[in-house]
């Protein structure tokens, strides 16, 4: 299984690299779409849907949020708000802005329900809540990812991407270290169990994913040249993303769990779905995105 998730990610590197530093903003926009589509259908089956058309449907729909996000917005050059960090206006301007902090506040439920979580507990179970925290995720995913892709665009010109590109890359290396030190050190010196939802999750692992974490975040500064002025926040921030997407995993499992299925789909040889390996990423995401814009961390 190990090997051939190694194969699986040495092909799909190359492709998320010219993905993030070559493709215009627009076919970007439409590549992180398709992609929602198809989490959005794997998400439909977490919520325990059989017919495969109320999957397509439900794709659809949040597909359509996507795109009414896109289209109601005034400017894509200045998402997720002209004003933000330092206002926040009820308007069709700060939509994105809206979607971001709607997320912030979900994910707050999600970790609620992994904290409670029992095979007795069913306050949480309702199609309409399941399918409403999908919708809300997965439109804040494509949201963040336009956000992160086109920061200092307007000022680097037509047709360079690399510090947008660095920005998700970036995020993307916070999530990996996380989840490698998480198995490391787990798989080492786990003895605590975390969680009842997946019980492998040990909190020694969370401790050494944070720790690695904590590498990455700190060669990030120098590298993407952050304007960091304050180093224990900053690693606040990390330390808060590393937690996240540990949560993130475990709701997604707590989801799988309660639709009795092993993985979200078959569309990645050794990974499962897309939502098996992005679960993290919707997590982090929005809340990535946000602290390090409002913190005025990232270079622009």
Not at 90 to 104: C, E, T, Y
Not at 172 to 192: E, H, M, N, P, S
């Amino acid at each position: 299984m190990l090997k051939q998730r190694v194969i699986t990610a040495l092909f799909l590197l190359p492709i998320l690299a010219v993905i993030l530093f070559y493709v215009r903003l627009e076919y970007f926009t439409g590549i992180i779409l398709v992609l929602v589509y198809f989490m959005a259908q794997e998400w439909s089956k977490l919520c325990a849907h059989k017919n495969t058309i109320y999957h397509s449907l439900y794709a659809v729909l949040v597909s359509v949020c996507c795109l009414g996000v896109w289209y109601f917005s005034e400017s894509l050059m200045f998402w997720p708000s002209p004003s933000w960090p330092h206002v926040i206006q009820i308007s069709m301007s700060d939509l994105p802005l809206m979607v971001l902090l709607m997320s912030a506040v979900l994910l707050l439920l999600c970790f609620l329900i992994v904290l409670t979580y029992s095979r007795n507990n069913h306050w949480w179970r309702a199609f309409a809540l399941r399918e409403f925290i999908g919708l809300s995720l997965l439109t804040s995913f494509f949201v963040s990812f336009i956000c992160m892709r086109q920061t200092n665009y307007p000022l680097m010109g037509d047709g360079n991407f690399a510090y947008g590109g660095a920005i998700i890359l970036f995020m993307f290396l916070i999530i990996w270290a996380a989840d490698v030190g998480a198995y490391f050190v787990g798989k080492q010196f786990g003895k605590t169990k975390l969680t009842t939802v997946s019980p492998n999750k040990t909190w020694e692992g969370v401790i050494g994913g944070l720790v690695f974490s904590f590498l990455v975040g700190w060669f990030g500064i120098e590298a993407l040249s952050l304007r960091v002025d304050n180093n224990v926040t900053y690693l606040i921030v990390i330390a808060l993303l590393g937690v996240i997407s540990v949560y993130g995993d475990l709701f997604e499992s707590a989801l799988k769990r309660t639709a009795d299925i092993k993985d979200s789909g078959n569309i990645l040889p050794g990974h499962g779905g897309l939502l098996d390996r992005l679960d993290s990423t919707i997590a982090v995401a929005p809340i990535y995105f946000l602290s390090f814009s409002y913190f005025e961390w990232f270079n622009v």
